[in-house]
């Protein structure tokens, strides 16, 4: 499948620097047929977990100054059209110029999303540019540094959503579980001294260097690979940590404002998230955030709990951990709990089985016929509310997506339908195949025309 993503902006602001980043050493699929594409380059793009379709338009400078426009204008406006979002590129270091405004008026007409991108922003000869950035009425500026692979993190993060409602809308995606040479991207998060990097350390041996930040990704996400022989396979595993591994480089009372966000970014690089707490202070509010941020991001969640070794009654401290998950993420009713010591050891055996049992949860398919079987008894045993006289009636589901796994229920009038009978039913879809650990979503449509109802996958 190939996203297109235009970079687009006037010359010397830094595009073609930003595909060679984007696109790197991989053969870029150079368009070379005369006379049409000849100034544009197209190349299969990786940032982070996403790859799509990078659109340059370089070598413009080149080109005599009385015919420059013309032409910018047509490939901006061919690149334009192909893309889902476009990244808009000015140079923060020069501010905002007339022909930017221009570049930016054709996009704001264009109606296509864009990105708006601050370039050479490393150092504070940009802060100015930065700000002009703001008046363009694009939305906020992200500051990037293609030269130096800055702000790669923040555009991972803004270009990511375009990319995934993409493939919700595609409906099928790829199994990728079990493709064994795809690792399985686990994020450790967790407050600062929970005890992330001592466990990554544990896990992987103490011995080993810490590999990071990875070229093209972002030099604020560190990550390293390890192999887990577990039962019947072995799993290539990518940690990728945050904070944890950098704070001494880092202010304490800025750590604490910090390791929310860098979260973020971990979650949204990982499948599954295992959130680290402190046995001594487990739950805090900063925990339930971090964890909530997973969840409302799809991620399985793992919840281990740390420092176990200095816990002295152990029997009722799992007890209330177990009352507390229950009662402060309903969200996730069924996330593991694994009590552990990344210091000893101890408990460690149990972290990677709970990681890719939710793995397997996030990835589970159910076969639509097996769901209307079960939809049927769901509505016959409770049914639906009546609103304003008449019943609402749930009359077809199937599962769209996996990872989390995704439904999609026909209903008349979804917009009047109670939030708990909706959680009535997701609780029931999880009962009934087995799914506990991760989120489960459930969207409710109008009922399309009645000759598509008998297709068995949407
Ligand atoms: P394009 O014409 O928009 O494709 O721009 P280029 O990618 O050719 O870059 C124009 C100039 O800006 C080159 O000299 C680059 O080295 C420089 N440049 C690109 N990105 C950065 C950056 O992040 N910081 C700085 N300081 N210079 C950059
Ligand atoms: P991070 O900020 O989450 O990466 O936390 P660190 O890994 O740097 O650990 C913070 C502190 O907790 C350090 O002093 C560790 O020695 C300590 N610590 C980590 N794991 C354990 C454990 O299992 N038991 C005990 N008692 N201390 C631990």
Redesign the pocket.
């Known amino acids: 499948m190939s996203i297109k993503v235009s970079l687009v ?1 006037r ?8 595909f060679n980043r984007l696109v790197g050493k991989r053969l870029a699929l150079v368009d070379d047929t005369p006379g049409v594409t000849r100034d544009r380059r197209e190349g299969e793009a990786k940032l982070g977990d996403l790859t799509f379709i990078a659109i340059d338009t ?1 070598g413009l ?1 080149e080109a005599p100054e009385a015919a420059l426009e013309g032409r910018m204008r047509r490939q901006t406006d061919r690149a334009v059209e192909e893309a889902v979002v476009c990244l808009f ?1 000015i140079d923060a ?1 020069s501010g905002v110029t007339p022909l930017d405004q221009t570049f930016a008026s054709i996009l704001r007409a264009s109606g296509k999303p864009v990105i708006l991108l601050a ?2 922003a ?1 150092g504070a000869a940009a802060d100015a540019g930065l700000y002009d950035a703001y008046g363009l009425g694009l939305g906020e500026p992200i500051a990037i ?4 692979g800055e702000g790669m993190g923040d555009l991972y993060n803004a270009i990511e959503p375009f990319l995934s409602e993409m493939s919700e809308e595609d409906g099928e995606e790829d199994i990728a579980w079990d493709d064994p040479l795809k690792p399985l991207r686990v994020a450790i998060v967790g407050r600062p001294n929970a005890g992330k990097s001592t466990l990554v350390n544990k896990i992987i041996g103490d011995d080993r260097l810490l590999t990071g930040p990875e070229a093209g990704i972002t030099r604020d996400s560190i990550s390293v690979e390890w192999t887990w022989r577990g039962r019947d396979r072995d799993w290539p595993v990518k940690f990728f940590d945050t904070a944890g591994m950098r704070k001494k480089a880092r202010v304490q009372s800025k750590l604490e404002k910090l390791s929310v966000a860098d979260s973020l970014r971990a979650i949204k690089f990982a499948e599954v998230v295992v959130l680290l707490l402190d046995s001594e202070s487990p739950f805090e509010k900063q925990d339930l955030q971090i964890a909530d941020l997973a969840l409302r991001e799809g991620r399985a969640l793992v919840i281990a709990v740390n420092k176990w070794d200095l816990v002295e009654d152990k029997d009722t401290r799992i007890k209330s951990l177990r009352e507390m998950a229950g009662r402060l993420l309903p969200q996730a009713p069924g996330a593991p709990i694994i009590p552990l010591s990344a210091m000893t050891g101890a408990g460690l055996n149990r972290l990677m089985p709970a990681v890719t049992t939710v793995y397997v949860d996030w990835n589970a398919r159910v076969k639509t016929s097996d769901l209307n079987d079960w939809l049927h008894e769901a509505v016959s045993r409770h049914a639906p509310p009546a609103v304003s006289g008449q019943r609402i009636k749930i009359r077809y589901i199937a599962q769209t997506k996996t990872r989390p796994p995704t439904f999609v229920a026909q209903c008349t009038r979804a917009e009047d339908l109670p939030a708990a009978y909706k959680r009535y039913l997701i609780n029931g879809i999880r009962q009934a195949f087995d799914i506990n650990a991760v989120p489960i979503r459930l969207i409710l449509k109008k009922p399309d025309n009645p000759y598509a109802k008998d297709k068995s996958r949407r």
Do not use: D, F, Y
């Open positions: 902006g010359p010397n602001v830094g595009k073609s620097t930003l370089p400078e590129i270091r370039n050479k490393e540094s293609a030269e130096h």
